[in-house]
């Protein structure tokens, strides 16, 4: 069992005698990927590297300014001076040979479990692609027509642990979706591009283009291209704090999923709710470290309950001390007065994790209108979103699921009309554009309309 140097903590917030939302507001702004925190280390760090104490923010707008302008050997010299990795214009690329050795040495158990996940994928997101729509009337043919994306390019995180499971959540609903050539980039590390497990999922599921490199330097030469590595549509995929600054970065010159934040759940819980279970979904999102793991119960008992537990199962897990120090900084056990004030108070967090494991589930849901993923009952924990049940686990964090949506397949689309009028369509339809035409000033537009009509 892990010794742990730093006492169990965890802030408890009784709803009904104190106000909540500065409690809520001072956790989401810790979250929110701004850009302008830094630790003293890395600035330390930043100072060796650039030799000035840059913010995150200006260390991404360098690197990737210096990447569209200098290409690979801007990659490579990244590489080195962040990742300690000495790589060449030839080694930066996963071999064929690597990937079918380490798709050879893979555990077959693990390569069985890999290709059910990956059939769980296509059988979801295949479900749920859009299909093509076409209306007709009077000589009028209009349809919205659903294209995938030729090129796209994953960032899969390789710094404190190996996740197979990124490449599956983003890569599978890519290949659901039809695109055709997909790109992977990890760090070059033990835990990313020279992982063996990322490299066997990559094989086991038809991904062959494989790069080392990840940071900022890694989604610049996926967004700009550089020499061998051609420019892609869009980028996918988690990272720190850095991927998600120059995802922001480069967006307009390619598309993105979404710039996360850390990873976060809320949890509902009443007396019919095992608090061993609860504690461990709470324990799961602070193990990510940073991780917001937030219960929110009208039961004291459940609430007193679930605070015994986290303190007996942290003790077991592997990261403790990291879980610890998230659950202090970023957890919060909240008590409140009713059902219903707790679905308030769901979607004003908006979290990319929800998991209602009350009596009544549905019902609670039914009020809830904003989550990224919603796990219902006692039996359907957040690690089931996150390795195998379907949807992408790659959603929306700090707040966004109040306008935003999870990855999945027709995130990979490119959605276009086609408008096809006959003749009589275009003269019945020819006063309405004439009108607004002239009242906009526009004599062009309605000249091309005349001209048909006469």
Not at 57 to 82: F, M, N, Q
Not at 161 to 189: F, N, R
Request: glycine content about 6%; aromatic content about 4%; overall charge negative.
């Amino acid at each position: 069992m892990p010794r742990m140097s730093e006492p169990f903590s965890i802030r408890v917030i009784d709803a009904r005698q104190e106000p909540l939302a500065p409690a809520l507001a001072e956790l989401r702004e810790r979250l929110s990927p701004r850009g302008n925190i830094v630790s003293e280390a890395g600035r330390k760090r930043t100072i060796d590297v650039f030799g000035k104490p840059l913010s995150p923010t200006e260390v991404v707008e360098t690197i990737c300014r210096d990447v569209r302008e200098r290409g690979i050997a801007a990659v490579l010299d990244y590489s080195k001076k962040l990742d300690r990795a000495d790589l060449t214009p030839e080694t930066i690329r996963v071999s064929q040979a690597e990937l079918d050795a380490a798709h050879a040495a893979a555990d077959p158990a693990f390569l069985a479990a890999i290709a059910r996940i990956q059939q769980n994928i296509l059988e979801f997101q295949t479900a749920i692609l859009h299909k093509e729509v076409e209306v007709r009337r009077n000589g009028v043919v209009l349809r919205q027509r659903y294209q995938p994306l030729e090129r796209i390019g994953i960032c899969v995180p390789g710094g404190a642990a190996a996740y197979p499971s990124t490449v599956l959540m983003t890569a599978v609903p890519a290949q659901a979706a039809g695109v055709s050539q997909i790109v992977v980039i990890a760090p070059p590390t033990d835990f990313g591009a020279n992982n063996r497990d990322v490299l066997a999922t990559c094989k086991a599921i038809g991904v062959t283009e494989v790069y080392r490199m990840g940071g900022a330097q890694g989604v610049a030469a996926l967004a700009y291209g550089v020499e061998g590595i051609p420019k892609v549509d869009k980028i996918v995929g988690p990272g720190n704090l850095f991927v998600a600054l120059a995802k922001r970065h480069v967006y307009g010159e390619v598309d993105i999923d979404s710039i996360a934040g850390p990873s976060e759940v809320v949890v509902i819980s009443d007396e019919t709710t095992r608090a061993d279970f609860t504690a461990a979904d709470l324990l799961a999102q602070a193990e990510h470290a940073p991780g917001a793991s937030i219960l929110i119960t009208w039961s004291r008992t459940a609430l007193e309950a679930t605070k015994r537990e986290l303190e007996r199962l942290v003790q077991t897990i592997s990261r403790s001390e990291l879980t610890l120090q998230s659950l202090r900084d970023f957890g919060c056990l909240i008590l409140v007065d009713s059902p219903e004030e707790a679905c308030r108070v769901t979607s004003e967090i908006a979290p990319e994790h929800l998991h209602i494991a009350t009596e009544n589930a549905g019902a609670l849901l039914a009020k809830i209108r904003n989550a990224g993923a919603t796990f219902l009952g006692n039996y359907s924990p957040v690690a089931l979103g996150d390795y195998a049940a379907g949807p992408s686990h790659v959603l929306p964090t700090g707040g966004t699921a109040r306008w935003a949506s999870g990855l999945s397949a027709n995130h990979f689309l490119r959605s276009s009309s086609v408008i096809d009028y006959s003749a009589e369509a275009l003269r019945d339809i020819a006063p309405a554009i004439q009108m607004l035409a002239d009242k906009e000033g526009l004599t062009a537009h309605r000249l091309s309309v005349d001209l048909r009509v006469e």
